[in-house]
């Protein structure tokens, strides 16, 4: 005794909306921005006549406050419509 069915056991091929690859995209920038940074920490401490180690500590204040900012303002912003 043999049937056969119809049904397809592939996924849907939904598209992804336009907004999740434009999170993705500034996800990105974000995450690049805080990386770049510490490449070009001494350049940065010449340019701005501070020793290393106080332009380490405005990068790494930066950081600290992105990394709190962030989720603090997206559990904010969550339940705005």
Known sequence: MSFV????NALPS????LSIYLLSLCSFAFGLSE????????PMARDLHASVAA???AIAAYALGAAIGAPVLTA??????
Do not use: C, K, N, Q
């Open 5 to 8: 069915s119809s049904r397809s």
């Open 14 to 17: 939904a598209a992804l909306p």
């Open 35 to 42: 990386f770049i940074a510490a490449g070009l920490l001494t």
């Open 76 to 81: 904010m912003l969550a339940r705005r419509p």
């Open 55 to 57: 332009a380490g500590g």
